[in-house]
């Protein structure tokens, strides 16, 4: 396997479209050449992902063991697919450059995926299906058992198998998981929704010196009434308002409504100087009809 061969003729390829248009680069391409190059650059990308989703499984696979038959005194041992070895992470994230946390997520889909739904890897080498949906459907399904897993990932792999069959982004697509896990495992439906109750939460994190992000994990029981009382509420404001944006609106209705229900006492303390007082005179110019009390 000649990776590098891969590798080499991909760079050539990218050379060739960043050349300029006199040599024939993307500048001198038509629409639908260009269209073209963005739909199978993806399907290379969606083909390279699946050929590092099965080698990541199989690093996960192998652990170092001693070894003092070998110069080094180590050599590695592999394990069947689905063994995941304690310093995979490690390993992967000096390939990926990422943190190992982020490594680590990325082993856990990889072994779900090579051992528990292998059809989402072969249609990410097919080209159909990305790296994202298929991470995305392999968090709704890792929580099932692995043979009700398998049976969903049959039923959209038969639904997208078409050529261009994969076109529901990753929310519908997660969303269309999720029924089915509902229909064909409603015991972890319940688990889902129990988990949601205890991991509920709100956290505040500040962005700038201007503005914070509230960031929330509502169960959907409460949510669905939540949001609509807010997304009312703004629909008024906006009426009353036509300048309002429909988001700034639920930003406004969300904050009346909390206020409504809380007696609250805040200091704030500036953090830019507040503009000179105009002289008294120019005061007293501005507003002749006023009279000292």
Known sequence: MDLGAVKTALAQLYAAVAAPADEGGAGSLDMDTLLEAVEVSQQIGNIAAGIQTRAIAHVAAHDEVRDDEVE?????RRHGLGFVAEDAPALVATRLGVSTPVAQRRVEAAVHQV????????????GELDLWRATVLTRELTPCPDEVAHEIADRLVDR????RGWDESAGPLAARARRLVARLAPEVADQEAEKARTQRSLVRRAVS?????????????QSLVMWQAVDSLARQLCREDPTLTLE???????????????????????TTPAPDPAPRHQQCHRHPHRRRQ
């Open 115 to 126: 051992g528990v739904t292998p059809q989402l890897v072969d249609a990410m080498g097919s």
């Open 209 to 221: 010196l201007a503005a914070d992000r509230w960031d929330g994990l509502v169960p959907v029981e």
């Open 248 to 270: 700034q609106a639920r930003l406004d209705a969300m904050g009346q409504l909390i206020l409504q229900k809380a007696d609250v006492t805040l200091h704030l303390h500036a």
């Open 72 to 76: 080094q005194g180590w050599s590695w």
């Open 160 to 163: 997208y198998e078409q050529p």
